[in-house]
């Protein structure tokens, strides 16, 4: 499925299979999840994609063939390819151990061909193995909603207790049920009067759910954003204790609306969390299976992409919408 022009839906293209060079792998796509970002990009809110462009970037799939220079996988082996697709690991934030960072970096569905197709490449040093429990389309929401949604976690304070999340999607589903692992108290923020995304959120774990414009029940010491929603951060500064921590884990939020200094004084702070390091994905798939984390997925076929992507912008999944191949 095939972007060519904001305002316009994916294009159902037929194309050669993609020949990998000597440091990627040739992958057969068992599936694809679809994020926000692939909206924000289809939106035309995350400027300069390539174009034409295949999107997708939480993909699980089976190695094909491996190219010269690969030794960590072989033919059979079942991979995960995140957003970060590509690093140039000589700039100054790769050195510094901030390649998610990187100067040259190149984003899987966005940048580079994604996994809205049968089959793709990939670089091999951005491929992970995937756990057995997660080697099929259950796993493909952890390879973005899992990876950025740790990445916010661990932004925080460790001594965090009472954490808010506003947005309670695939990214939010999967951060509870880890929360709740490490015996944290969630607190969910939805859309005023969708009932069944608190009622999701309640069965993930989370302690409370109710309306994000409203206040929590208790003082939090965190809160991560994940709604695209900017006037979210001044609601959530509201409801943050002493020395509290905003932390927004979107690619794309709308413009923040002014707030009294008051709001952020007493050393609460906010913070945006950019794209992912291969660590973080790593960690991820190491605790998930601890847990174990059990994604909630809508499957759809390849051909009903659009479909998904429009579920998506209406508000009508509680989870995470997959793309099988």
Known sequence: MVF?????????VTLDIPVPNADQLLLKVIACGVCRTDLHI???????PKLPLIPGHEIVGTVVYVGENVHAFKPGDIVGVPWLGYTCQQCRYCKRQQ???CEQALFTGYT?????AEYMVAYEQYCFPMPAMYANAAGAPL???????FRSWNKMNEHAENIGIYGFGAAAHILTQIAVFKKKNIYAFTKRGDILAQLFALDNGARWAGDATGHAPVKLDAAIIFAPDGALIPIALRNLD????VICGGIHMSDIPPFPYS???EERSIQSV?????RDGELLLQVAPQVPVRTAVRMYTLEEANDALNDLRGGKLNGAAVLTL
Request: charged share 10%.
């Open 4 to 12: 060519h022009q904001v305002g316009h839906p994916l294009v159902p």
């Open 42 to 48: 289809i939106d035309g809110e995350l400027p300069h």
């Open 99 to 101: 390649e998610n960072l």
């Open 112 to 116: 580079m061909n994604g996994g809205y």
């Open 143 to 149: 390879l973005c909603a899992g990876f950025i949604g």
């Open 242 to 245: 002493k020395g509290g921590q």
């Open 263 to 265: 709001h952020l004084w």
């Open 274 to 278: 950019a794209n992912l390091t291969r």
